[in-house]
T-cell receptor
Framework: GENVEQHPSTLSVQEGDSAVIKCTYS??????FPWYKQELGKGPQLIID?????GEKKDQRIAVTLNKTAKHFSLHITETQPEDSAVYFC??????????FGKGTTLSVSS | KAGVTQTPRYLIKTRGQQVTLSCSPI?????VSWYQQTPGQGLQFLFE???????NKGNFPGRFSGRQFSNSRSEMNVSTLELGDSALYLC????????????FGPGTRLTVT
């Protein structure tokens, strides 16, 4: 089955800096890669996703890149703000299978 | 559009008891998935229901079960509770399933004593 590794587990940046979180997956058949943001006391919130037929996707300050050959994908947050502080999860799956999550990255943005 | 709602938000049970959690998906969504979140294991998939049928099941013991009603609302049940079942239980709804956008509810925090 699918296995997703996520790094780093914690990340501290200064406001305005960029943050990058990386994930690797094991199943080459996986074709859907979402990213979730979870704030304290809340459920995970979908912030961006990408499919295997696309190499990069952007939404304002957030971007995701996918390298199918290396089986890794990354979340890039530019111009970080204190409200970006949260736990971020990557995930992967293919149709008809469970969505498998990484262990999460705690991002702290200090002003 | 209203989001995913889960009830109750907090629950304290004793070992050996059973518990039922409820999830109301976003209107029009037919897929409901359940996840268990713990500090040690992270987010783990329990099962998915689509149009009242279990479509997928994770690697959890048979004590964990679920069902979905004709209005897409879903319930999950845990029987013979163990201390290790203490966790945040999240449900997520989707129009098409786990390979598409899923929207999570706030979760039910279950504590087993």
């Amino acid at each position: 089955g699918e296995n997703v590794e996520q790094h780093p587990s914690t990340l501290s940046v200064q406001e305005g800096d960029s943050a990058v979180i990386k994930c690797t997956y094991s199943d080459s058949a996986s074709n859907y890669f979402p990213w979730y943001k979870q704030e304290l006391g809340k459920g995970p919130q979908l912030i961006i996703d990408i499919r295997s037929n696309v190499g990069e996707k952007k939404d304002q300050r957030i971007a995701v890149t996918l390298n199918k050959t290396a089986k890794h994908f990354s979340l890039h947050i530019t111009e970080t703000q204190p409200e970006d502080s949260a736990v971020y999860f990557c995930a992967a799956n293919q149709a008809g299978t469970a969505l498998i999550f990484g262990k999460g990255t705690t991002l702290s943005v200090s002003s | 559009k209203a989001g995913v709602t889960q009830t109750p938000r907090y629950l304290i049970k004793t070992r050996g008891q059973q518990v039922t959690l409820s999830c109301s998906p976003i209107s029009g969504h037919r897929s409901v998935s359940w996840y268990q979140q713990t500090p040690g294991q992270g987010l783990q998939f329990l099962f998915e229901y689509f149009s009242e049928t279990q479509r997928n099941k994770g690697n959890f013991p048979g004590r964990f079960s679920g069902r979905q009603f004709s209005n897409s609302r879903s319930e999950m049940n845990v029987s013979t509770l163990e201390l290790g079942d203490s966790a945040l239980y999240l449900c997520a709804s989707s129009s098409l399933g786990t390979n598409y956008e899923q929207y999570f509810g706030p979760g039910t925090r279950l504590t087993v004593t």
